[in-house]
């Protein structure tokens, strides 16, 4: 394994009311802000109040778009952007789960670059993004400490992200109290979320040394939460832990990628409406039994750290954390799987992940 690079620009300010005790520090990123947030969450989860209490306090002006949807698409970024370029601020505020964060990187880089949303795959941008300031309401995605976004492309059908150093939120607030407000099936999804991303960062072939510490302090961190997350009593503890699990995901992904777990769920998502962590907890079982043949000792490992016997029993775990009815169809199950073996995020995964690989995923998984 090889340790290319580690590189990690984001400040994280973590604990209790984190925002009250460091408002001051939003002075340095200038005098107007655009908050990017869901429809209700921000407002929901206590985080709009706390932010806007914040700026208040610095005398920064701010206007909030909170069109921000589930799954954000090309539009949707490109309907923020407008009024980012009407308003003309000097920094971004996204608010909420992945889909306000990854879509207030976008806004970012779109405030001040009059390309089309498609072209921000290509990277490069001709004016540097504006700083974005991240406060995350799931304990799941880790988009607070990547240099990802997760678009919707209509067209194709598809989720996929694009990744850009330039997008790595400058300073990221992190306070558990903002996800409280998360109901339990939510809560379970996201959280597997941030599983698969240390599963995945672990049986990546770009893992290294720091990933891997990375990984094996979230894992630890996500099984102290799991009595609690089986038995849906949702203590402080608990919550505080499954943030900082997902935030050590989020750092292990921005250098390691994901897989083809992730490449997997895209269409699941995009067709079949499933959210995004709970499909990645749906596959993940089988890409474990995969990684078998790759990387037994760390499958191992695995499991070891979750106080998991084997595969089977990891299995029933995510069968009893995200119930689904979902069968798919041979014929899905070709087209999901020859698609997911097409992208980047599939040939971060160990060995040669082939489109029949990624078809007996899928068919073990959900067939
Ligand atoms: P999400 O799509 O941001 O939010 C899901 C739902 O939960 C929304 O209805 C949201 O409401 C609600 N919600 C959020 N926080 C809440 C709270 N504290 N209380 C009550 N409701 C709350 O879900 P997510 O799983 O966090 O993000 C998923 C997105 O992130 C996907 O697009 C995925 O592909 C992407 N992702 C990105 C990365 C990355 O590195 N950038 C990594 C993994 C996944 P509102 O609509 O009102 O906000
Ligand atoms: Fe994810």
């Known amino acids: 394994m090889l340790n290319i690079s580690f590189f990690l620009p984001t400040e994280i300010l973590h604990g209790s009311e984190v925002i009250r005790r460091y408002r001051d520090r939003l002075k340095e990123f200038g005098r107007k802000a655009l908050l990017v947030t869901g429809r209700h969450s921000a407002r929901l989860s206590g985080a709009l109040e706390d932010v806007v209490a914040a700026l208040d306090h610095c005398g920064i002006g701010y206007q909030v778009f909170d069109q921000v949807e589930n799954n954000p698409s090309l539009a949707n970024v490109a309907a923020g952007a407008k009024v980012a370029r009407q308003l003309e601020p000097d920094f971004i505020i996204g608010i909420g789960g992945g889909s306000p964060l990854d879509a207030a990187k976008a806004i970012a880089v779109l405030a001040v670059n009059k390309f089309s949303p498609e072209r921000l795959y290509d990277g490069g941008y001709p004016h540097p993004p504006l700083p974005v300031v991240a406060v995350p309401t799931t304990a799941g995605t880790g988009s607070e400490v990547t240099q990802y976004s ?14 850009d150093r330039s997008i790595f939120p400058r300073l990221a607030f992190l306070d558990y109290r903002y996800t409280e407000s998360l109901e339990l099936e939510p809560t379970r999804n996201t959280a597997v979320d941030a599983l698969s991303h240390l599963i995945e960062a672990f049986l990546s072939r770009r893992a290294g040394d720091f990933s891997d510490m990375l990984v094996e302090s979230g894992l630890r961190l996500w099984g102290r939460a799991l009595d609690d997350l089986k038995s849906a009593a949702f203590s402080t503890g608990m919550r505080d832990s499954l943030l900082s699990a997902s935030t050590l995901g989020g ?22 409406g499933i959210p995004h962590g709970k499909v990645n907890g749906l596959l993940l079982a089988e890409y474990l039994r995969y990684n078998q043949q790759h990387a037994k000792s760390r499958v191992a490992r695995v499991l070891k750290i979750l106080n998991l016997k084997d595969i089977g029993e990891f299995k029933e775990l995510m069968q009893q954390l995200l119930p689904c009815e979902l069968k798919l169809a041979p014929e899905q199950i070709n087209e999901y799987g020859i698609a997911a073996s097409r992208t980047k995020n599939a040939n971060h995964s160990l060995g040669e992940v082939s489109s029949e690989i990624c078809i007996e995923i899928l068919s073990k998984s959900l067939g």
């Open 150 to 163: 997760v678009l919707t492309l209509t067209d194709k059908q598809t989720k996929a992200a694009f990744g």
């Open 251 to 272: 750092m292990a992904i921005a250098h390691t990628g994901t897989t083809v777990v992730h490449a997997l769920g895209y269409p699941l998502t995009f067709f079949h």
